[in-house]
């Protein structure tokens, strides 16, 4: 779900979107500033009593004469979360990202990112990092999947790693799978893979009644030890990493699934032609350097 997006509505439910857990709960008495942003976003969007909308205390932010605040909006089993600043006379608001230009966000974005212990493949001194943070129930992150599959290969100077974020707030056996995954990693490296594409290919036959069984199942198939791997998924050093996984999205403000960084730039959603488009203009910028260090 995007909304806000520039101040018009960009539509209303897309993709696996989070309700980020760092937004603080809504206190029981709202603010004058509170209750005029809340108002606003209701009636230009025409938001009824139906849908959920919290409006934390608005704060300082990185910008002198502006507050800032994230908005969380939950409707139904759907949710979203914005970024807005609000002008201290509380007469303007926007939505947006606010850049410091003397920065790289990119590199900033791509020395947060932990790749330790996550599942890895490609090339062995890669020119390209991709990273994915991803949901194994969530239908976007299904197509991503399927078009990796077909843009990855063409690209022997990239490396792709995965990264857990599962919703449980709307994908019931998301952590499950995702237990399955690093179990299968801790056993075998290789053997995630099979995990991977197996959540993903059978994703309308799985279930929260059948998902430990089909992680049983695609566990067998990959060759591994059947009570290793049962006794992983039941273990708190699965659970860590998993969560580990799920902190470092937080970090990197992470709010939707999927959501990949190639070499640091973010991409969000099964939009391969950007994440092709990145990986041209990274490798262009690689190939460039080298001429010159040649000369």
Known sequence: MKFLKGLTLAGFVLA??????HVQPQAAAQSELQKKIEHYLRHIYAFGPEVKLVVPEPKESEVAGL???TVELTSGESHDTAKMYISKDGKYLFRGDVSDMSKDPMAENAAKIDLKSAPSMGSANPSVTVV????????????????????????P???FYFKDYPIEQIHPWAKTAALAGRCA??????????????FYEGQDLISAANAWDKAVDFAGQAGL??????????????????EASVANARQLEVNSTPTIFVNGRRVVGADSA??????????????????SAKK
Request: aromatic content about 12%; hydrophobic content about 40%.
């Open 16 to 21: 696996c979107m989070l309700a980020a857990p």
């Open 67 to 69: 507050f800032v605040t």
């Open 132 to 155: 994915e943070f991803a949901d194994f129930e969530c239908p976007i992150c299904r197509q991503l999947h399927d078009q990796l599959k077909n843009l990855l290969p063409n690209y």
């Open 157 to 159: 100077q990239v490396k």
């Open 185 to 198: 990693y801790i056993q075998k490296p290789a053997a995630f893979w099979k995990m991977y594409d197996g």
């Open 225 to 242: 030890d059947p009570s290793a791997f049962k006794s992983c998924l039941a273990s708190p050093e699965a659970a860590a990493a998993v």
């Open 274 to 291: 950007t994440i092709e488009r990145f990986i041209q203009y990274e490798l262009a910028g690689k190939k460039a350097s080298s001429n």
